[in-house]
């Protein structure tokens, strides 16, 4: 029986789009060959990473508007490090929302000044900062859309003059958003997008060589670009499926109908967890994210209870972080509203109990 899958990342991915990749191992397009044996080199493989980066822009709303999509590796961690090297030249703003953030400006600091121009640390990271001054002679502003970890998400964006860089990892392609007003956007595949192994950048190629330092070729953003995303071995299978998603995001209403469907399903455990005496959201409400959804018992005597129900009814990863505690549920694209249903029953199934 295929389990309802709340893990924060690796996660689910479209069962239509298992099923491709999966044939794909055997067998890519008939070929004789596996996506796994292809040459990167060879026009087939080409093929796949120009029609991803293509249709990566082109599902964002940024085609002809000045960006290039690249698929990289390192994850996030690694981007932490590159929009530092590409674009730090003496100072930049960093707002800090979570572990993920959190890392983002150690990496920066290597490189010059950071100003950390908010924080939620105070309270464990479970709202988002409102108020905040970007400083005039920053180089640029960054931020991360979405906290797996604390479940928070930011709802409006600072309007900046300066360069703003966003790690969406978890919640690209899950919303509707003006994506132009960033110059530089990351997201790690793992979460909505495809399996763990390449790293989405998007980026306004005038943002870049404008820092005095000498820059690894591995690290430069313009050598990327040059190489059209093969300067080295790419991550062929993980590139692959990523183009699979993008292919069934945009054959399944694109963006948009991403959001009415992720809206649906936040709504549907939101209220739950609202409604429930035996349950506590974790989030402050204004800020809580339609992809992860942080959630604790009252009573933590009905633990054992619980993760009892919902192991035995199929249900994965639904163990908050232990930053947290108590349950977190990663509700991606790919989630379908039944297995949210299956935990909300759950949770109304205890209180019956109680």
Request: charged letters at 25%; aromatic letters at 10%; one cysteine or more.
């Amino acid at each position: 029986m295929k389990k309802h899958n709340f893990s924060a990342g690796p996660c689910i991915l479209p069962q239509e789009v298992f099923q491709e990749a999966s044939q794909a191992i055997l067998d890519y397009n008939n070929s004789g060959l596996s996506i796994l044996e292809i040459s990167h080199r060879s026009p087939a493989f080409v093929a796949v990473m120009e029609e991803a980066r293509s249709l990566a822009l082109e599902l964002l709303g940024l085609k002809d508007k000045g960006y290039k999509a690249l698929f990289l590796q390192g994850g996030a961690s690694t981007q932490f490090l590159m929009v530092a090297y590409n674009l730090l030249e003496k100072k930049a703003a960093y707002l800090n929302t979570g572990t993920w953030s959190s890392k983002a400006i150690k990496e920066a600091k290597l490189f010059g000044e950071v100003v950390e121009v908010a924080s939620s640390k105070d309270e464990n990271f479970n709202y988002i900062p409102k108020s905040f001054t970007i400083p005039e002679d920053a180089d640029y502003f960054h931020c991360t859309s979405n906290n797996t970890i604390f479940g928070t998400q930011i709802k409006k964006f600072p309007s900046t003059a300066k360069p703003l860089i966003c790690d969406m990892s978890s919640d690209i392609f899950s919303r509707e958003l003006d994506f132009s007003k960033f110059d530089l956007i990351y997201a790690g595949a793992q979460k909505n997008m495809g399996p763990a192994g390449t790293t989405l950048v998007v980026l306004k190629e005038e943002i870049l060589g404008k820092v005095s330092r000498e820059i690894p070729s591995m690290m430069d953003y313009q050598v990327h670009i040059g190489k059209d995303s093969m300067f080295n071995t790419p991550a062929v299978y993980a590139v692959y499926v990523s183009l699979l998603t993008l292919r069934w995001i945009k054959a399944n209403g694109g963006i948009k109908a991403m959001e009415e469907r992720n809206e649906q399903k936040a709504d549907l455990i939101y209220n739950e967890i609202d409604r429930n005496p035996l349950f506590k959201g974790f989030a402050r409400k204004e800020d809580r994210s339609p992809m992860n959804a942080t959630f604790n018992l009252v009573d933590e005597g009905h633990k054992e209870i619980f993760d009892k129900m919902w192991k035995d009814a199929g249900v994965n990863g639904l163990n908050g972080h232990r930053s947290v505690g108590g349950y977190r549920a990663s509700m991606y694209n790919a989630m379908p509203v039944e297995s949210v249903q299956v935990v909300v029953d759950l949770m109304q199934e205890l209180e019956n109990k109680a």
